[in-house]
């Protein structure tokens, strides 16, 4: 069973002006797939409505089957547990006033309920996962450099253990040496966790470079299907 599945998938920001025009892809577990598209494609749109943070105004999306469309804001909660994002702008990203350690630990308490101390102790291993020392748990994101703070935002996008990554232009706003790092990082977190990228990029090579198979949208629509990489 695939782990994604968009079917005929549209979303509207003003009435009868779709962005996203009947959109089908499929993600399967383990896998890469690319979106590929020109700026104003259409392509974070896919992903916003992927993880709930808009509407669809027609098709479905399921996640492992279910019909996640219309889920609840209690049902989305239980989701992020399985489905995180991780955003092209890592300062706009990550409240500049709170601690590292605080942004990262509050869905281990908020969702997972875990104790304080037990909340910790994940934020710290999570850290370590990408490449980051315990100890900037204590540190505000004001500290960092746009590549650190990418891999504490796919820190916190991992804290809770989740199966699907959308990650939209996530090293679009980086220096090209540490794009390299950042890709990567996300194929070593690939091969140890078994996750699975919907990746969202407008660059060819990146996503050729990362994907198994790869989707291109125009106008908000698919114009090739998905092949493997060539
Ligand atoms: N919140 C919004 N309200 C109204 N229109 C929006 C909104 N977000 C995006 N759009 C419009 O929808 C279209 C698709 O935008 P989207 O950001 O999904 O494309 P994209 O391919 O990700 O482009 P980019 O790479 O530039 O972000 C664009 O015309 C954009 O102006």
């Given at each position: 069973?695939?782990?994604?599945?968009?079917?005929?998938?549209?979303?509207?920001?003003?009435?009868?002006?779709?962005?996203?025009?009947?959109?089908?892809?499929?993600?399967?577990?383990?896998?890469t797939l690319g979106l590929l598209?020109?700026?104003?494609?259409?392509?974070?749109?896919?992903?916003?409505?992927?993880?709930?943070?808009?509407?669809?105004?027609?098709?479905?999306?399921?996640?492992?089957?279910?019909?996640?469309?219309?889920?609840?804001?209690?049902?989305?909660?239980?989701?992020?547990?399985?489905?995180?994002?991780?955003?092209?702008?890592?300062?706009?990203?990550?409240?500049?006033?709170?601690?590292?350690?605080?942004?990262?630990?509050?869905?281990?308490?908020?969702?997972?309920?875990?104790?304080?101390?037990?909340?910790?102790?994940?934020?710290?291993?999570?850290?370590?996962?990408?490449?980051?020392?315990?100890?900037?748990?204590?540190?505000?994101?004001?500290?960092?450099?746009?590549?650190?703070?990418?891999?504490?935002?796919?820190?916190?996008?991992?804290?809770?253990?989740?199966?699907?990554?959308?990650?939209?232009?996530?090293?679009?706003?980086?220096?090209?040496?540490?794009?390299a790092?950042?890709l990567?990082?996300?194929l070593?977190?690939?091969?140890?966790?078994?996750?699975?990228?919907?990746f969202?990029s407008h660059d060819a090579d990146v996503v050729r470079f990362l994907c198994h198979r790869v989707v291109t949208?125009?106008?908000?629509?698919?114009?090739e299907?998905a092949g493997p990489r060539s």
């Amino acid at each position: 069973m695939p782990l994604l599945e968009l079917r005929g998938l549209r979303v509207a920001y003003r009435p009868h002006h779709p962005v996203v025009d009947g959109v089908d892809l499929v993600v399967r577990p383990g896998e890469t797939l690319g979106l590929l598209g020109a700026s104003g494609s259409g392509k974070s749109t896919v992903g916003h409505a992927v993880v709930g943070l808009v509407r669809p105004s027609g098709g479905r999306i399921l996640f492992r089957g279910e019909d996640i469309t219309h889920a609840t804001a209690r049902r989305r909660r239980a989701l992020s547990t399985r489905l995180q994002i991780v955003f092209q702008d890592p300062h706009g990203s990550l409240n500049p006033s709170r601690t590292v350690g605080s942004t990262l630990a509050e869905p281990l308490r908020v969702v997972r309920r875990l104790p304080r101390r037990a909340a910790e102790a994940r934020v710290a291993a999570v850290l370590e996962r990408v490449g980051m020392p315990p100890a900037v748990a204590r540190r505000y994101p004001g500290a960092f450099s746009g590549g650190q703070l990418q891999r504490i935002a796919i820190a916190r996008a991992l804290v809770l253990e989740p199966e699907l990554l959308v990650c939209d232009e996530p090293t679009s706003a980086l220096d090209l040496s540490v794009q390299a790092q950042i890709l990567n990082l996300l194929l070593d977190l690939q091969h140890q966790l078994g996750l699975s990228y919907l990746f969202i990029s407008h660059d060819a090579d990146v996503v050729r470079f990362l994907c198994h198979r790869v989707v291109t949208l125009r106008g908000g629509r698919i114009t090739e299907p998905a092949g493997p990489r060539s």
